[in-house]
C-alpha cells in the first residue's frame, strides 16, 4: 500500500476602512459552516473574509482485498457489508486512485447598527478524481458536493486503478446567512451550522465519515491523546454540519442558550427531523449545570439497519460469523437529559448525568403501547495536579435508551443521535 497526502489552505479579510483588523483563524477545510469575519468595528461597516482550501490524496494497494466480496452490496447501499475492506484506523473503505476537493468561502459582514451584523457565506466547491477516494480520503468536500451530506454526485465504487469510477463536478450558492450581535450575544442562522453547545448523552452532532488530511483525527471512542502532527494538518473539522435554523442567545456571562430545527440529510426516499433546545450555565468555582431536549421524527422508506428490534427481523450468516438484520420505519424519538459539575476543592471536582428517552416505530417486532422508555446515568469523581489526573467513572444505561438509527446522508452512514459513533459501517 501506499497513500500520498497534500493539503493547503489560506485566508484573508477586508474591510471599507484602512484601521487594521483582526483575519479570519485559517481553517484546514472550509465545507460547510465555516468560522464567520469579525464583527465590524464602528469604523467599518463592511467587512469581507475569504477563505480557501485544497487537499490532493493519492493511494494505491496490491492484494486480494482490491476486489472485496461484499463491495457490491456495500455500494448498492447496504450497510449490512462487513466483507468491505476497510481501513483499520478510520473505517474508510480501502480503494485505489486519488481525489481532490477544493472550496472557496466569501464571507462578507455588514453592520446593521452598532449592536447587530448581517452576515453571510457563499461557496464555490469542486470535487475530482476518482468518487470513492474524493468522498472518503481528504478533507470535507464542499457541502453541495459532499455524499455524507446527501448529495450523490459521488456514487460508491471499488475501483482497481486509477481510471475507474471517474467524478468531476463542482457547485456553488449560499452556505448560509445569520443575524449577530457584534458581541456575540446573539446569533440568527439558517443554512449550515455547527451545534453550539449541548448534552453529549442527548444529541450528538454526526461525526464526519471521510478521513481528513490530519488522518490521525481523535476519535471519540479513543482513550488519551492523540498521535502527534504537523500543525499544518490539524484539522479544526471532525463534524458534519446540520442544516436548517439555529438561534443561540447569551443573555448574561456564562450563560447559553440554543435552538435547534433541522432538516437532517438522508437517502433518496426518507426524511428525518431533528429539533432541540438546550441550556447551559458556567459557573467557574461553582456548580455549573446544562440540560437538553430533543425530538427526532422519521419517515419515509424503512431503514436497514443491524439491530433485530425492527421488522423482518432475521440473523444472516456471513464470513465473520451471524450478523442480525432488520428493517425500521417512521421512528420517533424524545431525549431529554440534566447535568451537574460539582467543584469539591482546588483540584477534585465531580460531575453527574442523568438521561430519560422515549422510541417508537412503526413495524417493530415486538408490539408498542405507546413509546419505549429507556435511562441513562453517569457520575465521575476526577482529581487533577501538576503531575497527573485520576478519574473514577460510573455508568448505567438501558438497552432501550435512545435507539433511534438514521442514514446519515447516505446509507452506509448510520448515526444514533445519542451516543453511536457512525462510521461506515454500524
Same mark, same amino acid.
Given at each position: ?8 489552505a ?5 474591510? /471599507? /476602512?484602512?484601521?487594521p ?6 481553517q ?6 465555516? #468560522?464567520q469575519?469579525?464583527a ?23 492484494? #486480494?482485498?482490491?476486489l ?9 447501499g =447496504? ?13 474508510? #473503505?480501502?480503494? @485505489?486512485?486519488?481525489g ?9 459582514a ?5 449592536q447587530?451584523?448581517?452576515?453571510a ?7 475530482s478524481?476518482?468518487?470513492?477516494v474524493?468522498a ?21 465504487a471499488?475501483?482497481?486503478g486509477?481510471h $475507474? ?5 463542482t457547485?456553488?450558492?449560499v452556505?448560509?446567512f ?5 458581541d $456575540? ?8 451550522f455547527?451545534v ?7 444529541? @450528538? ?34 463534524r ?5 435554523l *439555529? ?19 438522508e ?8 429539533q432541540?433546545?438546550?441550556l ?14 430533543a ?7 424503512? !431503514? ?14 456471513? *464470513?465473520?460469523?451471524p450478523?442480525p ?5 417512521? =421512528?420517533?424519538?424524545?431525549v ?6 460539582? #467543584?469539591i *476543592?482546588?483540584?477534585?471536582?465531580? =460531575?453527574?448525568?442523568l ?6 416505530a412503526?413495524?417493530?417486532g415486538?408490539?408498542?403501547? $405507546?413509546?419505549?422508555? $429507556?435511562?441513562?446515568?453517569s457520575?465521575?469523581? =476526577?482529581?487533577?495536579?501538576d503531575?497527573?489526573? !485520576?478519574?473514577?467513572?460510573?455508568m448505567?444505561?438501558d438497552?432501550t435508551?435512545?435507539?433511534?438509527i438514521?442514514?446519515?446522508?447516505m ?7 445519542a ?5 461506515t459501517?454500524?
Amino acid at each position: 500500500m501506499t497513500a500520498m497526502f497534500i493539503a493547503a489552505a489560506s485566508t484573508c479579510a477586508f474591510a /471599507d /476602512d484602512p484601521a487594521p483588523a483582526p483575519s479570519a483563524s485559517p481553517q484546514s477545510t472550509a465545507a460547510a459552516a465555516p #468560522p464567520q469575519p469579525a464583527a465590524a468595528s464602528q469604523h467599518s461597516r463592511l467587512r469581507i473574509a475569504l477563505a480557501s482550501s485544497v487537499s490532493y490524496v493519492n493511494q494505491q494497494f496490491v492484494g #486480494p482485498g482490491t476486489l472485496p466480496p461484499e463491495a457490491g452490496a456495500f455500494a448498492a447501499g =447496504q450497510p449490512i457489508a462487513p466483507g468491505t475492506p476497510y481501513d483499520m484506523w478510520t473505517s474508510s #473503505p480501502n480503494v @485505489n486512485g486519488y481525489g481532490v476537493n477544493h472550496s472557496l468561502l466569501l464571507m462578507p459582514a455588514y453592520a446593521l447598527s452598532p449592536q447587530y451584523d448581517l452576515r453571510a457565506t457563499l461557496g464555490y466547491g469542486s470535487i475530482s478524481g476518482n468518487a470513492n477516494v474524493a468522498a472518503y480520503w481528504g478533507d470535507q468536500a464542499y457541502a453541495a458536493l459532499n455524499p455524507h451530506l446527501g448529495f450523490h454526485a459521488a456514487a460508491i465504487a471499488f475501483p482497481t486503478g486509477n481510471h $475507474g469510477d471517474p467524478i468531476a463536478s463542482t457547485a456553488g450558492g449560499v452556505v448560509s446567512f445569520a443575524l449577530a450581535r457584534h458581541d $456575540g450575544r446573539f446569533v440568527a442562522r439558517a443554512g449550515w451550522f455547527d451545534v453550539s453547545q449541548g448534552e453529549s448523552f442527548v444529541v @450528538n452532532q454526526p461525526a464526519q465519515t471521510n478521513t481528513p488530511m490530519l488522518f490521525t483525527e481523535p476519535l471519540p471512542e479513543g482513550i488519551g491523546d492523540a498521535p502527534e502532527t504537523l500543525p499544518l494538518l490539524v484539522n479544526a473539522r471532525t463534524r458534519l454540519p446540520l442544516r436548517g435554523l *439555529d438561534i443561540v442567545a447569551k443573555p448574561r456571562e456564562g450563560t447559553g442558550i440554543e435552538l435547534i430545527d433541522a432538516e437532517l440529510p438522508e437517502p433518496p426516499g426518507t426524511h428525518a427531523r431533528l429539533q432541540s433546545v438546550s441550556l447551559d450555565v458556567a459557573r467557574p468555582g461553582r456548580v455549573s449545570f446544562g440540560a437538553q431536549l430533543a425530538r427526532v421524527v422519521t419517515g419515509g422508506a424503512p !431503514i436497514g439497519t443491524s439491530v433485530l428490534f425492527g421488522s423482518d427481523a432475521t440473523v444472516m450468516p456471513t *464470513d465473520q460469523g451471524p450478523l442480525p438484520t432488520s428493517s425500521l420505519r417512521a =421512528q420517533k424519538m424524545t431525549v431529554g437529559g440534566v447535568r451537574a459539575d460539582l #467543584p469539591i *476543592d482546588a483540584h477534585a471536582s465531580a =460531575q453527574v448525568r442523568l438521561g430519560m428517552s422515549c422510541y417508537a416505530a412503526e413495524g417493530t417486532g415486538r408490539a408498542q403501547r $405507546g413509546c419505549a422508555g $429507556g435511562r441513562y446515568a453517569s457520575a465521575r469523581l =476526577q482529581r487533577t495536579t501538576d503531575a497527573f489526573s !485520576i478519574a473514577l467513572d460510573a455508568m448505567h444505561m438501558d438497552a432501550t435508551y435512545a435507539p433511534a438509527i438514521l442514514p446519515y446522508g447516505m446509507p452506509e452512514n448510520l448515526w444514533g443521535p445519542a451516543y453511536a459513533w457512525p462510521g461506515t459501517w454500524i
